[in-house]
């Protein structure tokens, strides 16, 4: 069966491991509507789109809806999409009722659009890391960059003591330590709701020792920050911090080094200057 491998503008990076993928044709109308067109017949193929969704996820998601959308108008074998930071992701559960469960309606619309499998990098709803997990009806094959990102960091710090800063992401750290984080009162985040992380508390010893803190997403960096402050409260000798994706809101990347890390890495997931991992490389062998 002859495979086709889509890319859009601003995923040329992830193609370039690709021969002979082809560009989707994207662009605005003047009142910032996007014009979509695909480049080759798709009917009977299997094929493969690469795209980005970060930065601005509302106007990446719908571009991929039409991608998606004009692609399953002619009938592909199948239709696999990678975005390696899926947006949407952090509300998989409603905390207020009424809220919108925003992981289930991206996932339900992918569906629908004829995604047969979405390949996606420690997306942040799956909390047991690589595999093949499901999620309003939709296959999600999900990758880690834990052991990219803890090889990377290895070489500086051999030895070091790995952590994870909550259970969320425990499965990152290959069998080190989580801190504990104390949830303190519910606030306010760009009007969505969410609990506060009061403290955090490093329940084992990190006197003398380098130690790396690994993570899903780095978004404002608040939990990160105060992991490290804790860290080095604590008596630890060097502290590093690894991410598969790097949002680096209101300067967190700034702030982590002001905080005392040593070094920041991340994946290109989303291009940053401590991508250190490419994206594409992580899902490859599946794509």
């Given at each position: 069966?002859?495979?086709?491998?889509?890319?859009?503008?601003?995923?040329?990076?992830?193609?370039?491991?690709?021969?002979?993928?082809?560009?989707?044709?994207?662009?605005?109308?003047?009142?910032?509507?996007?014009?979509?067109?695909?480049?080759?017949?798709?009917?009977?193929?299997?094929?493969?789109?690469?795209?980005?969704?970060?930065?601005?996820?509302?106007?990446?998601?719908?571009?991929?809806?039409?991608?998606?959308?004009?692609?399953?108008?002619?009938?592909?074998?199948?239709?696999?999409?990678?975005?390696?930071?899926?947006?949407?992701?952090?509300?998989?559960?409603?905390?207020?009722?009424?809220?919108?469960?925003?992981?289930?309606?991206?996932?339900?619309?992918?569906?629908?659009?004829?995604?047969?499998?979405?390949?996606?990098?420690?997306?942040?709803?799956?909390?047991?890391?690589?595999?093949?997990?499901?999620?309003a009806g939709l296959r999600i094959r999900n990758f880690t960059a834990a052991d990219a990102l803890l090889a990377q960091l290895g070489k500086k710090a051999p030895g070091a003591l790995v952590i994870s800063p909550d259970q969320g992401a425990s499965y990152m750290a290959k069998g080190g330590v989580s801190m504990s984080k104390?949830?303190?009162?519910?606030?306010?985040?760009?009007?969505?709701?969410?609990?506060?992380?009061?403290?955090?508390?490093?329940?084992?010893?990190?006197?003398?020792?380098?130690?790396?803190?690994?993570?899903?997403?780095?978004?404002?960096?608040?939990?990160?920050?105060?992991?490290?402050?804790?860290?080095?409260?604590?008596?630890?000798?060097?502290?590093?911090?690894?991410?598969?994706?790097?949002?680096?809101?209101?300067?967190?990347?700034?702030?982590?080094?002001?905080?005392?890390?040593?070094?920041?890495?991340?994946?290109?997931?989303?291009?940053?200057?401590?991508?250190?991992?490419?994206?594409?490389?992580?899902?490859?062998?599946?794509?």
């Amino acid at each position: 069966m002859a495979r086709l491998v889509l890319f859009t503008d601003n995923a040329q990076d992830l193609a370039a491991g690709f021969p002979g993928a082809a560009q989707v044709e994207m662009k605005s109308f003047p009142d910032g509507e996007s014009y979509i067109r695909i480049p080759e017949a798709c009917r009977g193929k299997e094929v493969v789109l690469l795209h980005r969704c970060y930065p601005s996820p509302n106007g990446n998601l719908i571009r991929l809806f039409l991608v998606l959308d004009a692609i399953h108008a002619q009938s592909p074998k199948s239709l696999r999409v990678f975005v390696p930071y899926l947006p949407y992701a952090r509300m998989d559960k409603s905390v207020k009722p009424g809220e919108a469960i925003s992981a289930d309606t991206v996932c339900a619309l992918l569906r629908q659009l004829g995604c047969t499998e979405l390949i996606t990098i420690d997306c942040h709803f799956i909390k047991s890391g690589a595999g093949i997990h499901e999620r309003a009806g939709l296959r999600i094959r999900n990758f880690t960059a834990a052991d990219a990102l803890l090889a990377q960091l290895g070489k500086k710090a051999p030895g070091a003591l790995v952590i994870s800063p909550d259970q969320g992401a425990s499965y990152m750290a290959k069998g080190g330590v989580s801190m504990s984080k104390v949830r303190g009162e519910y606030g306010e985040m760009g009007g969505a709701t969410y609990r506060k992380v009061a403290e955090l508390k490093a329940d084992f010893n990190a006197k003398g020792k380098d130690i790396i803190i690994i993570d899903d997403m780095i978004s404002t960096g608040s939990t990160m920050v105060k992991a490290v402050k804790v860290l080095k409260g604590a008596g630890a000798k060097k502290v590093f911090c690894a991410a598969a994706h790097g949002l680096f809101l209101n300067d967190a990347l700034g702030k982590l080094v002001e905080a005392g890390v040593e070094e920041v890495i991340c994946t290109s997931s989303i291009p940053s200057p401590v991508s250190r991992v490419g994206a594409a490389a992580l899902v490859k062998e599946a794509i």
